[in-house]
């Protein structure tokens, strides 16, 4: 239904995919406790995180293959160029086993970011969180110099397919409400441009989004084009 590319640094990669995952591509199934809010995805984010990150650290950049994600109603791909140490099978990953990484100089980066841990517990952080989920343990698939991981969706999550919002659907526009909320509280004089570009979706997505908080009163522009600022205005 929808494509996306996310391009810039590896760090930078490995933040705003997760949330462009999480904020445009799944809906949360939605459940109260006592008086709390409780928003259950059917992919176990801490999971999916992990798996960008090791498909970013062991892909074989040199192929000028990009990593690929891709989300579907029952199953989550993430895939990558790479090659499995000599003598390693899938069933290697799913054991105990030492970190090799493909590309020692960005893993040695993403751990001294704090992004990940030293001793290549990063499947089975993968399998904890999937587990704490719910879901089904992923599944890895090795074919040739390709490495892919499939997830498998918690079905008791899935938001039934009449409720799925297309893109013009005022339910995929709350998560971006509250981001460009949050991030004009934070710089008054962000551009629509500058907002488009950090959470990766079109100009004439927040152009609209914007239109409707102002109608609904909920921001307000303050000056001119050039020199203006946006007010918030609290409920």
């Known amino acids: 239904?929808?494509?996306?590319?996310?391009?810039?640094?590896?760090?930078?990669?490995?933040?705003r995919v997760i949330d462009l995952i999480y904020l445009k591509y799944l809906k949360a199934a939605i459940t109260y406790h006592k008086e709390t809010r409780v928003e259950t995805y059917p992919f176990a984010r801490d999971a999916v995180r992990e798996a960008v990150f090791n498909s970013l650290i062991h892909c074989n950049w040199a192929d000028n293959v990009p990593v690929q994600i891709r989300i579907e109603d029952d199953a989550m791909f993430v895939s990558n160029c790479s090659m499995l140490p000599f003598g390693w099978t899938a069933e290697t990953l799913l054991g105990s086993h030492a970190s090799k990484p493909y590309n020692p100089d960005i893993a040695r980066v993403f751990y001294r970011a704090g992004y990940i841990e030293s001793w290549g517990r990063g499947i089975q952080k993968i399998?904890?969180?999937?587990?704490?989920?719910?879901?089904?343990?992923?599944?890895?698939?090795?074919?040739?110099?390709?490495?892919?991981?499939?997830?498998?969706?918690?079905?008791?999550?899935?938001?039934?397919?009449?409720?799925?919002?297309?893109?013009?659907?005022?339910?995929?526009?709350?998560?971006?409400?509250?981001?460009i909320i949050?991030?004009?509280?934070?710089?008054?004089?962000?551009?629509?441009?500058?907002?488009?570009?950090t959470l990766n979706v079109t100009k004439r997505t927040i152009e609209r989004i914007v239109k409707n908080l102002r109608e609904?009163?909920?921001?307000?522009?303050?000056?001119?084009k050039r020199y203006g600022y946006w007010e918030v205005h609290e409920e």
């Open 127 to 179: 399998r904890d969180a999937c587990k704490n989920l719910g879901s089904e343990d992923p599944e890895y698939i090795v074919h040739g110099e390709d490495i892919m991981v499939k997830f498998s969706a918690l079905q008791s999550a899935k938001v039934p397919d009449s409720k799925m919002p297309n893109r013009h659907d005022v339910g995929l526009d709350v998560g971006l409400e509250k981001e």
């Open 182 to 197: 949050r991030m004009i509280s934070e710089n008054p004089k962000h551009t629509m441009a500058e907002i488009a570009e």
């Open 216 to 224: 609904k009163g909920v921001i307000e522009r303050k000056g001119g």
């Open 1 to 15: 239904m929808y494509q996306d590319e996310v391009h810039g640094s590896l760090l930078i990669m490995a933040d």
